[in-house]
């Protein structure tokens, strides 16, 4: 079975880190771009940041630029998410969904994780 | 930067009726960069259309994508009960690389 899990979430003080990890299964990691998508509670969808197949072209949303960093474990099978300076505007579930080969859209997504930034 | 409104906010309907739902583009867009989605209450989104529209894989011939230029539709031509959920249209923007959202509609019974 296709799938993609996250793990990592949790509660954490504004102004701290937490690493988001994202597993990958039933299809060949490497060969698919990957995203992280983000869902503060009660709201819509945000896309946060991109990674291509071998982890050389990296784009973020300017909501997490220069705080956030994406990245990847091909021979893992491992997506990452390092998030510091968090903000309690950071709190939401954040998603990891595979890109579409045919298309730029995301046909496989993970059942999330929910960060809460709260003091 | 584009942005992507979708209306209604709402859309109230039974079993059985036709929905149609609005995606309009601030300028003018590829058809190749617009994408539906759908998500049902503690789910995570699921891809209904790429390009515009073409069905992604397992998804009924009910879901409908048209449109070009700024405006896209989503048509689904009889509402079956697992259909009542929240819909998003999602852009990719290459100048600079992004992916947006419209805020979503609201299918409800």
């Known amino acids: 079975e296709v799938q993609l899990v996250e793990s990592g979430g949790g509660l954490v003080q504004p102004g701290g880190s937490l690493r988001l990890s994202c597993a990958a299964s039933g299809f060949t990691f490497s060969a698919y771009e990957i995203n992280w998508v983000r869902q503060a509670p009660g709201k819509g969808l945000e896309w946060i940041s991109y990674i291509s197949t071998r982890g050389i072209t990296i784009y973020y949303a300017d909501s997490v630029k220069g705080r956030f960093a994406i990245s990847r474990d091909n021979a893992k099978n491992l997506l990452y998410l390092q998030m510091n300076s968090l903000r309690p505007e950071d709190t939401a579930v954040y998603y990891c969904?595979?890109?579409?080969?045919?298309?730029?859209?995301?046909?496989?997504w993970g059942q999330g994780t929910m960060v809460t930034v709260s003091s | 930067e584009i942005v992507l409104t979708q209306s209604p906010g709402t859309l109230p309907l039974s079993p059985g009726e036709r929905a149609t739902l609005s995606c309009r583009a601030s300028q003018s867009i590829s058809s190749s960069y617009l994408a539906w989605y759908h998500q049902k209450p503690g789910q995570a989104p699921r891809l209904l259309i790429y390009?515009?529209?073409n069905r992604a894989s397992g998804i009924p011939d009910r879901f409908i994508g048209s449109g070009s230029g700024t405006d896209f539709t989503l048509t689904i031509s009889r509402l079956e009960p697992e259909d009542f959920a929240v819909y998003y249209c999602?852009?990719?923007?290459?100048?600079?690389?992004?992916?947006?959202f419209g805020q979503g509609t609201k299918v409800e019974i």
């Open positions: 999602q852009l990719y923007g290459s100048s600079p690389p992004v992916w947006s």
């Open positions: 969904a595979r890109g579409d080969q045919k298309s730029v859209a995301f046909d496989i």
């Open positions: 390009g515009a529209s």
